[in-house]
T-cell receptor
Framework: DAKTTQPTSMDCAEGRAANLPCNHSTISGNEYVYWYRQIHSQGPQYIIHGLKNNETNEMASLIITEDRKSSTLILPHATLRDTAVYYCIVIQGGSEKLVFGKGTKLTVNP | EPEVTQTPSHQVTQMGQEVILRCVPISNHLYFYWYRQILGQKVEFLVSFYNNEISEKSEIFDDQFSVERPDGSNFTLKIRSTKLEDSAMYFC?????????FGPGTRLTVT
């Protein structure tokens, strides 16, 4: 599975958009980009995933560059409850395991 | 919304004792997983299970660990003889055709 690089930490003001970047320059054609988050010590929570097209759901938007070497997770209106560690994970479709890195610790400030 | 549940939420055991951590996956899911997270460290994959067989396991998942789906709803992780270094949060996850959904975890403390 391709390696990902994320900033260690980011801050965002409540109500503003949070844009979390992820680099995955070695991604291959059949690998998906998944985003999970972990709030404190709770179980990781699925957010969104994509292959090459941009995706949007009720939680977030995922923007994948045309060359697929990087992506951005967008939380359009961050709230205090969005404070968490966000993980960008690249895996092959149908792969059995998620490989978690250190992720980005997002702090949403009032 | 269906969710993965885990029991107990916290288990304290003495070194050398056997523990069984229990999970109830989402009802129509067929793929099951265990992960663990030592305090302050990354979430680590332990094992995946499908069709009553282990499909993949990590180096962490040695002979002290075993998994079982004893009935149509439960999925268990057994640690035969716990060590201090087994102290961690243990997360169960399940998957249907798409993404994995995680339970809230069991905090295992080995003393």
């Amino acid at each position: 599975d391709a390696k990902t690089t994320q900033p260690t930490s980011m801050d965002c003001a409540e109500g503003r958009a949070a844009n979390l970047p992820c680099n995955h320059s070695t991604i291959s054609g059949n690998e998906y980009v998944y985003w999970y988050r972990q709030i404190h010590s709770q179980g990781p929570q699925y957010i969104i995933h994509g292959l090459k097209n941009n995706e949007t759901n009720e939680m977030a938007s995922l923007i994948i560059t045309e060359d697929r070497k990087s992506s951005t997770l967008i939380l359009p209106h961050a709230t205090l409850r969005d404070t968490a560690v966000y993980y960008c994970i690249v895996i092959q479709g149908g792969s059995e395991k998620l490989v978690f890195g250190k992720g980005t610790k997002l702090t949403v400030n009032p | 919304e269906p969710e993965v549940t885990q029991t107990p939420s916290h288990q304290v055991t003495q070194m050398g004792q056997e523990v069984i951590l229990r999970c109830v996956p989402i009802s129509n899911h067929l793929y099951f997983y265990w992960y663990r997270q030592i305090l302050g460290q990354k979430v680590e994959f332990l094992v995946s299970f499908y069709n009553n067989e282990i499909s993949e396991k990590s180096e962490i998942f040695d002979d002290q660990f075993s998994v079982e789906r004893p009935d149509g709803s439960n999925f268990t992780l057994k640690i035969r003889s716990t060590k201090l270094e087994d102290s961690a949060m243990y997360f169960c996850a399940s998957r249907g055709t798409g993404e994995q959904y995680f339970g809230p975890g069991t905090r295992l403390t080995v003393t």
